[in-house]
């Protein structure tokens, strides 16, 4: 079974792990997303997506010698929001998420490993450098995946989007704005400036 390449349409970030890998439950470490979209822009990715499980799932039956196996869950759901007030998820009608996810290190059953990262690009298709600020949640990004059919005794048959490139269009970072964190300015404790320069050059632009 071969995997096949898609572009998304441009989203929003969720949960975004792009820059760096998240190694909380894999010591490997895996880059994630979920792709946010209205469900009337989804549906044409799930429509693109289901040509190649069925193709995928012909394939895989005829190499198990069966007429049927077992379907794992799809990587896509109804979007959830967290509900400060019940501190439960709720479904947030009308979106659809898609769930990209890739090891950031592989190793074969040879023995022999290698790592892999989804390269990053601005609008513009420049590179963003690895010491860039992270792409945080709220971030309006496109995907560039491939669909990865798989089977599996314990699991049965089913498929993965491993997101092999980014364009972040617009750009959100974890820190926030201090208004965001509802911060007024008050006389007292000041950052000294490391900079060499006087602090009125420090609102000049690069």
């Avoid at 109804?78 to 979106?95: I, M, R, V, Y």
């Avoid at 496109?142 to 491993?162: D, N």
């Amino acid at each position: 079974m071969k995997s096949v390449k898609i572009t998304t349409p441009t989203g929003t970030a969720v949960w975004p792990k792009l820059n760096e890998p998240d190694r909380k439950f894999q010591p490997e470490g895996v880059y994630e997303v979920k792709l946010r979209l209205p469900e009337t822009e989804a549906e044409a990715l799930i429509e693109k997506i289901m040509d190649v499980h069925a193709s995928a799932y012909r394939e895989a039956c005829s190499a198990q010698g069966k007429k049927a196996l077992k379907k794992a869950p799809v990587p896509w759901g109804p979007a959830e929001q967290w509900n400060s007030d019940t501190e439960t998820k709720e479904e947030l009608p009308g979106f659809i998420d898609f769930k990209f996810k890739m090891k950031a290190k592989i190793t074969s059953r040879s023995g022999k490993s290698w790592e892999q990262r989804p390269a990053l690009f601005d609008a513009k298709l420049n590179p963003i450098p690895e010491d860039s600020d992270p792409i945080g949640g709220g971030s309006v990004i496109r995907i560039s995946a491939e669909v990865y059919p798989w089977h599996a005794a314990s699991m049965g048959f089913g498929i993965s989007l491993r997101p092999k490139a980014v364009q972040v269009i617009e750009l959100k970072t974890y820190s926030g704005s201090t208004e965001s964190h509802g911060f007024d300015q008050e006389d007292g404790f000041t950052v000294k400036s490391s900079s060499p320069f006087d602090e009125d050059e420090d609102d000049q632009d690069f």
